[in-house]
C-alpha cells in the first residue's frame, strides 16, 4: 500500500486487514469506468452498505442520547447528521478528497470537492470498515467522525434557517447574502458569499454552488453572533 493510503489510515485511526475493501472504498465510478475495470470495484456497492450502517447507528446514538424527544424529532436530526452535506462537511475534516481515485473528467470537473462524491465516499468507507473489521469498528468510525460534535452540525444543516430566525429577533436589519467572487468555468464553478446583517458583514463561506456557499456564510455567521451574546 503506498504512502498516501497509509496517511489516510493514520486520519482514520484504522487500519484494514483487507487493503482491496480500504482502496475499493475510495475508488468513483469514472476512475472505474476510464480504467475499464468491473462495476464491482467502485465504491458504489459499499456506499450502499454504509449508508444502512450509518443509519443504525445514528439512530441508536440518538435514541439514547434524547431518551425524552418523540420520534418525528428524532427523524429530523437524524436527517441533519446523515444528510449529503453535513457528511461532506465531516469529509473535510479528514480531507478525505484528496485520496479517491477519480476518472480525469470527474478530477478536471472538481470531483475532489464536490458534495456528492466525497459523502459517497464516506459512506463507502462505513461500509469497508463494517465487512473489514466488524460492526463495533463501524460503529467507532462513526463516533468518532460524525456523530462528534452534532449540535454544530445540526446548526450548520439548519443554518440558513436558523440565522433568519436569529436576526428576526434581533430586529437589526434584514438578513441578505451577496456574492463576493466567482470563479471557474461553468463545470467547475467556485463562489464566495458573504452573510450580511443590515449592512453589516458577519459570515462568508466558499461552495461550489450558491447555495452551499450561503449554507457556509449563514453557519459562520450563526457562530459570530453566538460568540457575541457570550460575551454580553
Request: aromatic share 8%.
Amino acid at each position: 500500500m503506498n504512502t498516501h493510503l497509509k496517511e489516510l489510515e493514520k486520519k482514520l485511526q484504522y487500519e484494514f486487514h483487507n487493503k482491496n475493501l480500504f482502496s475499493q472504498a475510495l475508488t468513483h465510478s469514472s476512475y472505474a469506468n476510464e480504467h475499464r475495470l468491473d462495476h464491482s470495484r467502485c465504491n458504489e456497492r459499499l456506499e450502499f452498505l454504509g449508508d444502512a450502517v450509518l443509519e443504525i447507528v445514528t439512530s441508536d446514538f440518538l435514541y439514547h442520547k434524547y431518551d425524552s424527544l418523540p420520534e418525528g424529532d428524532l427523524t429530523k436530526i437524524r436527517a441533519s447528521i446523515v444528510c449529503e452535506p453535513t457528511l461532506a462537511y465531516c469529509a473535510g475534516d479528514i480531507k478525505l478528497g484528496e485520496y479517491l481515485l477519480l476518472g480525469k473528467g470527474e478530477e478536471a470537473t472538481g470531483g475532489r470537492n464536490r458534495n456528492s462524491v466525497v459523502s459517497d465516499a464516506m459512506e463507502a468507507l462505513i461500509g469497508a470498515i463494517y465487512l473489514d473489521g466488524g460492526f463495533t469498528n463501524a460503529k467507532e468510525f462513526i463516533h468518532r467522525f460524525i456523530l462528534n460534535d452534532i449540535e454544530h452540525k445540526q446548526l450548520f444543516y439548519d443554518s440558513k434557517t436558523i440565522l433568519q430566525e436569529m436576526i428576526q429577533s434581533r430586529q437589526t436589519g434584514a438578513l441578505s447574502y451577496e456574492i463576493i467572487k466567482e470563479e471557474g468555468p461553468d463545470h467547475n464553478k467556485s463562489f464566495e458569499i458573504r452573510a450580511l446583517m443590515g449592512e453589516e458583514e458577519i459570515g462568508r463561506g466558499v461552495g461550489r454552488t450558491k447555495k452551499a456557499a450561503e449554507q457556509v456564510a449563514a453557519y459562520n455567521g450563526i457562530l459570530k453572533l453566538k460568540a457575541g451574546e457570550s460575551c454580553i
